[in-house]
């Protein structure tokens, strides 16, 4: 018997005889952009890659938006998503 030695791209799954080579393969793989649909208010996201689609990702932000605005609570939950996210979601009302 004998054991192949063969290196892998984990993003690819293609063989490379040796590592450097596998990872020069790795790095040429682009970045995959992804993109969620947000409520601009609490931050809970939707992936337009799931069953709703792009359009009903979309409304179910909206639609959160609007659920906030009927509460009364858009800058209390606003200000709230802004400190949890570290100021990444939400907004900061001073
Ligand atoms: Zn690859
Ligand atoms: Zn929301």
Redesign the pocket.
Known sequence: MRIDTYYQCPVCQKAWETESKAIICRNQHPAIKKQWYT??????GWNPDAHWGEKGAAKQ?RT??Q??QKKGEVEE?SRQTFFLSGGLQGKYYP
Do not use: I, N, W
């Open positions: 409520c601009g208010v609490c931050g809970a932000a959160c938006e659920k906030h939950v």
